[in-house]
């Protein structure tokens, strides 16, 4: 990264000072410290769709006019009143006041309860914020299953999981004739990819921003929840824990914002599809030669592993969501 090209376009003092922060899946983090102030810089890694990023941009424009009871990023403009620009490496890229505070591990059913209220806060903030662009992405439900990933779920390259790509198959299949029922259900703009990563806490464990708005667009309203059960239910923790911790989630969700029936009834098929986005996602990337093979085994195994959790406790869980939502 070099930052002489960003203080050109940006209003930063020159004795400034950059070192990298954390690099997820589709961006890296850089902190520009000049001596006055702190900013976060955001460079895109999964793509360079100047409409995606100006959707989002569009959308954090107007929660800033909002009135949340936590931080959300706002673009700093460059000297030419763009919200964001291209680095010599053709990178996008965008800069922001730097926000304070730490991502939650969420061992504690506490961390979940906060980030539950969190989640439904948003939801119903995002409900009343109207733009004229057009999202970048389609709902959830419009994953588009292209034939290269079904036969890539039917002659997967490594044969130690098949079984669970041909699996993967039947329900990306499956899945179609879910869509006229969740095409009549309430919808709204949504964040589409609320996790531990996405959020920041202070010491004291309140939720103090909530980040990383690339994947925001118009979907259910009930997605959002949908989204964070499926981070919450990840394989490898123990099953009374889970159980605190889902519970205390949707508590907190339940606390600020009810649901239809009708959305509750779909909570699990939504799990299942995020799980589902997630892998096609990654296969994607690794077409691209964005990501290695590696990454692609690891989303499968993670897929599999979920919906086998919820088959088994699909009655339990519906219960709790009913109890706490309805």
């Known amino acids: 990264?070099?930052?002489?090209?960003?203080?050109?376009?940006?209003?930063?003092?020159?004795?400034?000072?950059?070192?990298i922060g954390k690099s997820g899946m589709n961006n890296s983090t850089f902190?520009?410290?000049?001596?006055?102030?702190?900013?976060?810089?955001?460079?895109?890694?999964?793509?360079?769709?100047?409409?995606?990023?100006?959707?989002?941009?569009?959308?954090?424009?107007?929660?800033?006019?909002?009135?949340?009871?936590?931080?959300?990023?706002?673009?700093?403009?460059?000297?030419?009143?763009a919200s964001y620009m291209t680095t010599e490496e053709e990178k996008l890229v965008s800069l922001f006041p730097f926000i304070p505070g730490d991502n939650p591990t969420f061992a504690e059913p506490g961390q979940l309860l906060e980030f539950g209220r969190g989640t439904a806060v948003l939801t119903k903030v995002l409900s009343s914020v109207e733009v004229d662009a057009k999202p970048a992405y389609p709902p959830y439900y419009e994953m588009e299953v292209t034939k290269e990933v079904l036969e890539f779920c039917s002659n997967p390259p490594f044969p130690?999981?098949?079984?669970?790509?041909?699996?993967?198959?039947?329900q990306l299949l499956d899945f179609?004739?879910?869509?006229?029922?969740?095409?009549?259900?309430?919808?709204?703009?949504?964040?589409?990819?609320?996790?531990?990563s996405n959020v920041l806490y202070d010491s004291a464990g309140k939720l103090t921003a909530i980040l990383d708005?690339?994947?925001?667009?118009?979907?259910?309203?009930?997605?959002?929840?949908?989204?964070?059960?499926?981070?919450?239910?990840k394989p490898g923790m123990d099953d009374e824990l889970r159980w605190l911790k889902i519970e205390a989630y949707l508590q907190g969700y339940g606390s600020e914002l009810r649901l239809s029936p009708e959305e509750i009834q779909v909570i699990p098929l939504l799990i299942q599809l995020r799980r589902l986005d997630v892998f096609v996602h990654f296969l994607g990337r690794y077409w691209d030669g964005v990501d290695e093979i590696g990454t692609v085994k690891a989303q499968i195994q993670s897929t599999r592993a979920r919906t086998q959790w919820?088959?088994?406790?699909?009655?339990?869980?519906m219960e709790m969501c009913y109890r706490l939502l309805g």
């Open 310 to 317: 919820l088959e088994a406790n699909r009655t339990k869980l």
């Open 31 to 81: 902190y520009i410290q000049d001596g006055v102030s702190s900013y976060v810089l955001r460079r895109y890694e999964g793509h360079k769709d100047v409409d995606k990023v100006g959707f989002e941009h569009t959308v954090l424009f107007a929660l800033a006019r909002e009135s949340l009871p936590f931080h959300t990023p706002v673009p700093i403009l460059t000297c030419d009143g």
């Open 1 to 19: 990264m070099n930052l002489n090209i960003i203080q050109s376009q940006y209003p930063i003092c020159p004795d400034a000072k950059l070192r």
């Open 176 to 196: 179609s004739r879910h869509v006229p029922t969740l095409r009549s259900l309430p919808h709204q703009l949504i964040h589409g990819d609320l996790n531990a």
């Open 213 to 233: 708005f690339e994947f925001v667009t118009y979907d259910l309203r009930v997605m959002e929840l949908a989204v964070c059960l499926s981070d919450v239910t």
């Open 160 to 170: 130690e999981l098949a079984g669970e790509l041909e699996e993967m198959g039947r």
